[in-house]
Every structure is written in structure tokens, then in C-alpha cells.
Antibody, heavy 122, light 110 residues
């Protein structure tokens, strides 16, 4: 069974750093892109970026480039997103999701993590 | 990379059909047949309902269907049921392993 299990909720202060995780199981982790999606309180889904754990090829949404760093450790089948200096506006739920393929074409996000709630407040 | 445009809300009575539109550009929806739709109930993670414009994953009711014309994709829910009340998001491939979501639509069953 494919599963993406994310790390637990976090409460941080502005200026602090943070790394949240997404552990994949039940499939060949190295061979599927993992994307990250932000959902701010009461708002919609925003695509942040994506990583291919096999070679760490990473792509970012222009809105998030330079704001976060996406990484992965294929040896422990885990993807990450990290912040070096949090702001109150980073308060949101963050989801990871697996990108699946039709042949060689990337098509959709078929499995999602349960979400990690991040609260940034002084 | 602007969000795809969806109506903020759509409502219908049980048994009726509703359609949610998702408007993009010739760089995303208009160029690729990689439009997907996600259902999100409050406090839950999104769930894939439609992929590649009109395909249904195993286990998704055939009351859900998708289509595309030009730069606009659509999700139709027929035989509306109380359990369909949720937020719905479209998503399109933009090329170079890059994606964009829609603004989201709240579906209310009257």
C-alpha cells in the first residue's frame, strides 16, 4: 500500500528555522517525483515545488523559489521542505503528494500525505 | 504562473447535476491534456477525482466526469449527493515538471 506520512504539527516563532518531512512507503520512492503544496488558512492549494528523489532534480514555483528549500534522502525514503527564517505568513498546512505517470508523461498527484500544520507566531 | 480560475461556489439540490469550470491559458490547460481534479473535505487531504482531463481513478464514482475545451476544463458531478459537499480544485501541467492549481470551488448541496 502506497503511503506518504508527514511529520507532526509545529509551532515556531518568526525568524526560526524548520524542516518538515514526508516519508514514502509501499512503492519505489526513488522513481517518483514528490511535490509540496501549501494551503494557507481558509485558502486554496498552491503548488510550491517538486523533487525527484532518484537524482534530487528539483523544480520550484516562481512564488516559492528562494523562500523554501526542497530536498530528499532516498536512503530513508523521505522528502523535506525547509525554511531558514520563518515568517508569520508561512502559517499554513503543507502537503506532500506523489506525482504519477502515464507512460513517460507526468500526469497527476495520486497519493497525498495527511498534511503538516505549521503555525508561526510570536 | 497565475492560478487557474474557478467559480468560488456552486450549489445544487440532491440528484441534480452541477458543472465546475476551470479556466487557464494556452500555456497550461490549452497545451496539455494533463488536467486533474481534487476533492477536499474540511480538515482532510485532497483526493484525486479525475486525471488526464476525463479519466477516473479506481474507486471514484462514475457520477464524476471531466472534459476540456480550449483553455477551459470542466468537472461535472451528476446525481449530486450530500457527501459531494466539499471544495474542488483543478490542476494543470505547465511543462518542465511544473504545475498550477485552480482557485478552488466550494460545492454546496442544498
Amino acid at each position: 500500500e502506497v503511503q506518504l506520512v508527514q511529520s507532526g504539527a509545529e509551532v515556531k516563532k518568526p525568524g526560526e528555522s524548520l524542516k518538515i518531512s514526508c516519508k514514502g512507503s509501499g512503492y519505489s520512492f526513488s522513481n517518483y517525483w514528490i511535490g509540496w503544496v501549501r494551503q494557507m488558512p481558509g485558502k486554496g492549494l498552491e503548488w510550491m515545488g517538486i523533487i525527484y528523489p532518484g537524482d534530487s532534480d528539483t523544480r520550484y514555483s516562481p512564488s516559492f523559489r528562494g523562500q523554501v528549500t526542497i530536498s530528499a534522502d532516498k536512503s530513508i525514503t523521505t522528502a523535506y521542505v525547509q525554511w531558514s527564517s520563518l515568517e508569520a505568513s508561512d502559517t499554513a498546512i503543507y502537503y506532500c503528494a506523489r506525482l504519477t505517470y502515464s507512460g513517460t508523461n507526468p500526469t497527476n498527484f495520486d497519493y497525498w500525505g495527511q498534511g503538516t500544520l505549521l503555525t508561526v507566531s510570536s | 504562473q497565475s492560478a487557474l480560475t474557478q467559480p468560488a461556489s456552486v450549489s445544487g439540490s440532491p440528484g441534480q447535476s452541477i458543472t465546475i469550470s476551470c479556466t487557464g491559458t494556452s500555456s497550461d490547460i490549452g497545451r496539455y491534456n494533463f488536467v486533474s481534479w481534487y476533492q477536499q473535505h474540511p480538515g482532510k487531504a485532497p483526493k484525486l477525482m479525475i486525471y488526464e482531463v476525463s479519466k477516473r481513478p479506481s474507486g471514484v464514482s462514475n457520477r464524476f466526469s471531466g472534459s476540456k475545451s480550449g483553455n477551459t476544463a470542466s468537472l461535472t458531478i451528476s446525481g449530486l449527493q450530500a457527501e459531494d459537499e466539499a471544495d474542488y480544485y483543478c490542476c494543470s501541467y505547465e511543462g518542465s515538471i511544473s504545475y498550477v492549481f485552480g482557485t478552488g470551488t466550494e460545492v454546496t448541496v442544498l
